[in-house]
């Protein structure tokens, strides 16, 4: 196989739906090949030397790495977020970045959806109370008698306005970025983030993460009593202790997590009321055929010398 005709991959699900894209890519004569899903330099510098497609996952891409491949042309991110890839470094030598925007949306907002009933109905502590041949009672809520809040309405956001829309809930959203407008069309009602942070009972993140964590004590103390925290976007958004002792001190009824992994001695993982899974949002049959079939096709059309569906640099 020539030199530059070789694709790498450092996502463990792409193809292991559908195996479409990846036939998709021998098919016009590319070789796949599979490196570290950690974006580990020396383990993937062999690849990068030959590669001219990087199909890339969340871990890093580094000036280093970009370095490392002389004829890479495309980064095609497999998901949304880019933060992790240096795109100065990209633009400065020619190569492309792609992400496959809305591809996950849908299952991302379904999981946030079951985080929300998990605190709410208590299903994890509940569970460990049969196991431990417990049978307490404890009192939920219905979805539907709820005010929600949407912090961030991008296609995750939309979604899970949505869905919550037909549970019932009144939603508000505070997103800068969106008409207000946009948001009404799918029966959500646009709020500053003072009132959405008073008013809700379900306070749900949905954007990208600053420079500084967004739910900080500040933000925690502008909460309504006993709200009930989700965080299906980033860990960065939160910063863990204000989120810990939030929950120890009953300020917060509960936080639902999809994007920390607590070490078993940091507070946050000792806190009550709490729901953490392991990144599970996007990992649906369906949503791993959507950004594989994305992606495959970023590459094709950049080696076809095409404009790309989703270009995050040109």
Do not use: K
Not at 7 to 25: C, H, I, K, N
Not at 49 to 61: F, H, K, L, S, Y
Not at 184 to 205: C, F, I, M, Q, Y
Not at 206 to 219: I, N, S
């Amino acid at each position: 196989m020539e030199q530059q005709r070789t694709v790498l991959v450092t996502t463990r699900s792409f193809g292991s739906g559908d195996a479409g894209p990846a036939e998709q890519l021998r098919r016009a004569g590319l070789e796949v090949v599979h490196g570290d899903p950690d974006h580990r330099l020396p383990d993937l510098a062999e690849y990068l030397t030959r590669c001219v497609a990087w199909i890339a996952g969340v871990g890093p891409v580094t000036a280093d790495h970009l370095a490392a491949a002389p004829g890479l042309r495309i980064v095609a991110r497999y998901g949304v977020g880019v933060d992790a890839v240096d795109l100065a470094a990209a633009r400065a030598r020619g190569i492309r970045v792609t992400n496959t925007p809305g591809a996950n949306a849908r299952s991302v907002a379904e999981h946030t959806v079951a985080l929300l009933l998990a605190t709410l109905r208590h299903v994890a502590s509940g569970d460990r109370e049969v196991r431990a041949g417990r049978w307490p009672i404890r009192r939920g809520r219905e979805v539907g008698a709820l005010t929600v809040g949407l912090v961030g309405f991008g296609r995750v956001g939309e979604e899970v306005g949505g869905l919550l829309v037909c549970f019932g809930a009144e939603v508000l959203a505070h997103d800068p970025g969106r008409e207000p407008g946009e948001i009404r069309e799918v029966g959500v009602r646009p709020s500053t983030l003072d009132e959405l942070l008073g008013a809700a009972e379900v306070v749900s993140l949905h954007r990208p993460p600053g420079e500084r964590p967004l739910v900080d004590a500040g933000f925690l103390a502008r909460l309504r009593p006993g709200a009930i925290l989700l965080n299906t976007a980033r860990a960065a958004l939160v910063d863990p202790d204000a989120v810990a002792i939030a929950l120890e001190e009953g300020r917060l009824s509960a936080y639902g997590d999809d994007v920390t992994c607590p070490a078993p001695e940091d507070r946050l993982a000792g806190a009550p009321n709490t729901v953490f899974t392991p990144h599970l949002g996007a990992a649906t049959t369906e949503a791993i055929d959507r950004m594989g079939s994305i992606a495959a096709e970023e590459v094709l059309r950049t080696l076809r010398g095409e404009p790309a569906l989703h270009p995050v640099t040109p």
